[in-house]
């Protein structure tokens, strides 16, 4: 399977601030995705990034508040915009493998105080 | 709205029994059906796949497919200490690695 590296692995930020997340795949993958797990809970898709396109934003998700860049077929990076307590989650990014399992990095732990 | 449950326990086995997971999903066309296994504060981990109904076994694992019932699960033979984490379901309904997960199940291993 790939091997994908993301980073920070955890950060603790200011409500109001930004955190731009980034995901790196040891080989080229067409799509890549965007995961949220909120504290006790299961994963939730955010977008999927694609390269050369904009990314596909799930319901209840928003560009402005989530801006995805995927500016070749290796790495995608995941903005959270404005944050407020309530974005504090793991953020996880995914690639297929062997068509459709996927497999995930490592995740970043997001604390908003 | 395509919906996968699960039991969200916790449950709880001794060492060396048997532990079943069951997980249901919403959408007759879904194609692919997984285990993750998530361990605190860690990723998920992929530890079973499967494509067409009936049963697949790796190690420890099984894995079992319904499409009829729209139902998938997970036994785990011999249980260990360590195989307690939470036991995601998920299925891939439209290719392409675009998954929906279960709440997942807190499987615990007393020994």
């Known amino acids: 399977s790939a091997v994908i590296s993301q980073k920070p692995s955890r950060d603790i930020c200011q409500r109001g601030t930004s955190l731009t997340i980034q995901c790196q795949v040891d080989?080229?993958?067409?799509?890549m995705f965007w995961y949220r797990q909120q504290p006790g809970q299961s994963l939730t898709l955010i977008a999927t990034?694609?390269?050369?396109?904009?990314?596909?934003?799930e319901s209840g998700f928003v560009i402005d508040k989530f801006p995805i860049s995927r500016p070749n077929l290796t790495f995608s990076t995941l903005t959270v915009s404005n944050m407020s307590p309530e974005d504090s989650s793991i953020y996880l990014c995914?690639?297929?493998?062997?068509?459709?399992?996927?497999?995930f990095g490592q995740g970043t732990r997001l604390t908003v105080v | 709205q395509k919906e996968v449950e699960q039991n969200s326990g916790p449950l709880s086995v001794p060492e060396g029994a048997i532990a079943s997971l069951n997980c249901t999903y919403s959408?007759?066309?879904?194609?692919?059906f997984f285990w993750y296994r998530q361990y605190s504060g860690k990723s998920p981990e992929l530890i079973m796949s499967?494509?067409?109904?009936g049963d697949k076994e790796d190690g420890r694992f099984t894995a079992q497919l319904n499409k009829a019932s729209q139902y998938v699960s997970l036994l785990i033979r011999d249980s260990q200490p360590s195989d307690s984490a939470t036991y995601l379901c998920?299925?891939?309904?439209?290719?392409?690695?675009?998954?929906?997960f279960g709440q997942g199940t807190e499987l615990s291993v007393k020994p």
């Open positions: 995914s690639v297929p493998d062997r068509g459709t399992e996927a497999f």
């Open positions: 990034a694609n390269q050369g396109s904009e990314a596909t934003y």
């Open positions: 499967i494509y067409s109904n």
């Open positions: 080989s080229q993958v067409t799509m």
């Open positions: 959408d007759r066309g879904s194609q692919s």
């Open positions: 998920a299925v891939n309904y439209n290719q392409g690695g675009k998954l929906i």
